[in-house]
């Protein structure tokens, strides 16, 4: 078993997206895919997969091919136990195959070969223990095993954890995987990365878990902008391992291009000086051959511009920086209170009870001015709900909430695409920018004076800005979904998981901008990465 992509390139109309991609896999490697959002992680997957066809290069696969993305399309009438029958086909099909030949085998004339051929194929894909390898992940993934469950009633991380299990009970050759953590509580993340590590096939995973990378891999491949042009794959079994090698790689470049110019500017010169030659012949003393000086002046003048030419024929490119977040000076006081401390939080639910979802009885949830709060637990234990009854966006059964007069709130939820999906088909990143800050005007929830502008943060490049929401990758629209909650400068930032989709540098900018912000922050992850760099910060665990 085995994937290889030999020199793979693919474009969308009039946007180039992957160049240069080769990649070799084999049996017992795990492979993690990074790069910023939108340099082309998931269409690699696709192109792996088989599901888009690249315009240039080849991708062979050798064994059987299973692939998790991060949407899924739903298919009328789809439960629970359509996803876990198609996983199980091929294993049942081998099982059936493995009846009939006991059956028809002749025990005085018959030939092994059958027989032991259908034995190999149930015994490869543990065909004995599939049922209970498949209620093992289901329930470990904390995903629903109801058969009859119709996916359209469920969430959308309910819909991945089944395909999560499914896809790794049914032990395909090679397995694909996009974002698998993001919908994952600690005791499923810890159980997948037992799973990948043992994987006996070929495992390509594109993730911004620092964690998992650390676990599981045995090589990083950066979709990002190089030297040659060309994606690197890196040895490197840890992540910071990865960050020192990629820093090195940038800083050669730098050094390169630095050298090239000045080498560059050193040839032009002497091309200037050899065509003020060439222009006065470089008259010779008097006596001396007439033309022999200008003849000298223009075999100068070839060798220059051959070696310009050569230069700049095998030059690179300038290194572009990567985006960088410039996170906004958000402010701490609302002036409705007078731009000081008074001892009151800005917001706080008492007692909440959201039937079904949440009970905190006897529990106060409350953010002071630059208060911090990171609240932790399994899926199902009501974070998200808490995240958004702090937000005012879910009515309480039970208990209250309060917010200050004047405080502004920055909201990320887990999946934002309810806002983005009433916006219309062609509207721009600009375009619904500008309509949720008249919206905010209108509401009286937006300080003109502080409105931030969706440019300046460094999230996405403007050419990105102009295109429509919907052509950009599922990172590109989380960053887009991020600025949204940082627009009205708010004063209290909500963010339930705020890692999901986001690329690997961003996340480590977007921690350290956490710790260092004026504005109040609650954060719910299961990042464990995240996790521990706000180890620090006062927490509530839920059961």
Same mark, same amino acid.
């Given at each position: 078993?085995?994937?290889?992509?030999?020199?793979?390139?693919?474009?969308?109309?009039?946007?180039?997206?992957?160049?240069?991609?080769?990649?070799?896999?084999?049996? #017992?490697?795990?492979?993690?895919?990074?790069?910023?959002?939108?340099?082309?992680?998931?269409?690699?997957?696709?192109?792996?997969?088989?599901?888009?066809?690249?315009?240039?290069? @080849?991708?062979?696969?050798?064994?059987?091919?299973?692939?998790?993305?991060?949407?899924?399309?739903?298919?009328?009438?789809?439960?629970?136990?359509?996803?876990?029958?198609?996983?199980?086909?091929?294993?049942?099909?081998?099982?059936?195959?493995?009846?009939?030949?006991?059956?028809?085998?002749?025990?005085?004339?018959?030939?092994?070969?059958?027989?032991?051929?259908?034995?190999?194929?149930?015994?490869? /894909?543990?065909?004995?223990?599939?049922?209970?390898?498949?209620?093992?992940?289901?329930?470990?993934?904390?995903?629903?095993?109801?058969?009859?469950?119709?996916?359209?009633?469920?969430?959308?991380?309910?819909?991945?954890?089944?395909? %999560?299990?499914?896809?790794?009970?049914?032990?395909?050759?090679? /397995?694909?995987?996009?974002?698998?953590?993001?919908? %994952?509580?600690?005791?499923?993340?810890?159980?997948?990365?037992? @799973?990948?590590?043992?994987?006996? #096939?070929?495992?390509?995973?594109?993730?911004?878990?620092?964690?998992?990378?650390?676990?599981?891999?045995?090589?990083?491949?950066?979709?990002?902008?190089?030297?040659?042009?060309?994606?690197?794959?890196?040895?490197?079994?840890?992540?910071?391992?990865?960050?020192?090698?990629?820093? @090195?790689?940038?800083?050669?470049?730098?050094?390169?291009?630095?050298?090239?110019?000045?080498?560059?500017?050193?040839?032009?010169?002497?091309?200037?000086?050899?065509?003020?030659? %060439?222009?006065?012949?470089?008259?010779?003393?008097?006596?001396?051959?007439?033309?022999?000086?200008?003849?000298?002046?223009?075999?100068?003048?070839?060798?220059?511009?051959?070696?310009?030419?050569?230069?700049?024929?095998?030059?690179?490119?300038?290194?572009?920086?990567?985006?960088?977040?410039?996170?906004?000076?958000?402010?701490?006081?609302?002036?409705?209170?007078?731009?000081?401390?008074?001892?009151?939080?800005?917001?706080?639910?008492?007692?909440?009870?959201?039937?079904?979802?949440?009970?905190?009885?006897?529990?106060?949830?409350?953010?002071?001015?630059?208060?911090?709060?990171?609240?932790?637990?399994?899926?199902?234990?009501?974070?998200?709900?808490?995240?958004?009854?702090?937000?005012?966006?879910?009515?309480?059964?039970?208990?209250?909430?309060?917010?200050?007069?004047?405080?502004?709130?920055?909201?990320?939820?887990?999946?934002?695409?309810?806002?983005?999906?009433?916006?219309?088909?062609?509207?721009?990143?600009?375009?619904?920018?500008?309509?949720?800050?008249?919206?905010?005007?209108?509401?009286?929830?937006?300080?003109?004076?502080?409105?931030?502008?969706?440019?300046?943060?460094?999230?996405?490049?403007?050419?990105?800005?102009?295109?429509?929401?919907?052509?950009?990758?599922?990172?590109?629209?989380?960053?887009?979904?991020?600025?949204?909650?940082?627009?009205?400068?708010?004063?209290?930032?909500?963010?339930?998981?705020?890692?999901?989709?986001?690329?690997?540098?961003?996340?480590?900018?977007?921690?350290?901008?956490?710790?260092?912000?004026?504005?109040?922050?609650?954060?719910?992850?299961?990042?464990?990465?995240?996790? #521990?760099?706000?180890?620090?910060?006062?927490?509530?665990?839920?059961?």
């Amino acid at each position: 078993m085995h994937l290889v992509a030999d020199d793979v390139a693919f474009a969308y109309p009039g946007r180039p997206v992957l160049r240069g991609v080769s990649l070799v896999v084999g049996a #017992g490697q795990r492979i993690g895919v990074v790069g910023e959002n939108g340099a082309g992680k998931s269409t690699l997957l696709q192109v792996l997969a088989g599901a888009l066809v690249p315009q240039s290069g @080849q991708v062979r696969c050798a064994g059987s091919l299973a692939v998790v993305t991060q949407e899924l399309e739903l298919t009328s009438g789809a439960t629970v136990g359509t996803l876990v029958d198609e996983a199980l086909a091929s294993v049942r099909e081998a099982g059936a195959a493995l009846e009939r030949a006991v059956d028809e085998f002749d025990h005085a004339t018959g030939e092994l070969g059958a027989l032991t051929d259908a034995l190999a194929r149930v015994d490869h /894909l543990a065909g004995w223990d599939a049922d209970r390898r498949m209620d093992e992940a289901l329930t470990r993934f904390g995903a629903p095993r109801d058969p009859w469950r119709a996916l359209a009633e469920l969430s959308v991380g309910e819909r991945y954890r089944v395909r %999560l299990a499914c896809r790794i009970a049914a032990r395909a050759d090679v /397995l694909l995987l996009d974002e698998p953590t993001n919908h %994952l509580d600690e005791a499923g993340i810890e159980y997948l990365t037992g @799973q990948l590590g043992a994987w006996p #096939g070929v495992v390509v995973i594109v993730t911004h878990d620092r964690r998992l990378l650390d676990d599981v891999m045995t090589g990083i491949l950066d979709l990002d902008p190089s030297m040659d042009g060309r994606p690197v794959l890196y040895g490197a079994t840890r992540y910071a391992t990865y960050r020192f090698a990629k820093d @090195q790689a940038h800083r050669r470049w730098h050094q390169r291009y630095s050298a090239e110019q000045k080498q560059r500017q050193a040839l032009l010169r002497r091309l200037d000086e050899s065509y003020e030659g %060439l222009s006065d012949e470089w008259r010779p003393p008097k006596g001396s051959g007439k033309h022999r000086r200008a003849t000298h002046a223009r075999i100068h003048v070839k060798a220059a511009d051959r070696l310009v030419e050569r230069l700049e024929a095998h030059a690179v490119e300038l290194p572009v920086p990567p985006l960088a977040l410039a996170f906004p000076d958000l402010p701490a006081i609302p002036s409705a209170l007078g731009g000081t401390p008074s001892g009151e939080p800005l917001v706080e639910v008492r007692a909440p009870l959201v039937r079904g979802r949440l009970d905190l009885a006897g529990t106060r949830v409350s953010l002071p001015p630059c208060g911090r709060l990171l609240v932790t637990g399994p899926n199902g234990s009501g974070k998200s709900t808490l995240l958004a009854a702090l937000a005012g966006t879910v009515p309480l059964d039970r208990g209250a909430r309060r917010i200050a007069p004047g405080v502004r709130l920055g909201v990320l939820t887990q999946d934002d695409h309810a806002a983005l999906a009433g916006l219309a088909p062609t509207a721009t990143g600009f375009d619904a920018y500008a309509r949720w800050a008249l919206d905010l005007l209108a509401e009286g929830a937006l300080d003109p004076e502080q409105l931030v502008p969706v440019a300046s943060l460094g999230l996405l490049a403007e050419s990105d800005l102009d295109r429509p929401l919907a052509d950009l990758s599922v990172g590109q629209r989380r960053r887009f979904e991020l600025a949204r909650a940082l627009l009205a400068a708010p004063h209290v930032l909500v963010l339930d998981e705020p890692t999901n989709h986001l690329s690997i540098g961003l996340v480590d900018e977007l921690t350290d901008a956490l710790r260092a912000t004026s504005a109040a922050v609650v954060v719910a992850t299961h990042d464990r990465k995240m996790r #521990g760099d706000l180890a620090d910060w006062p927490q509530l665990r839920l059961a």
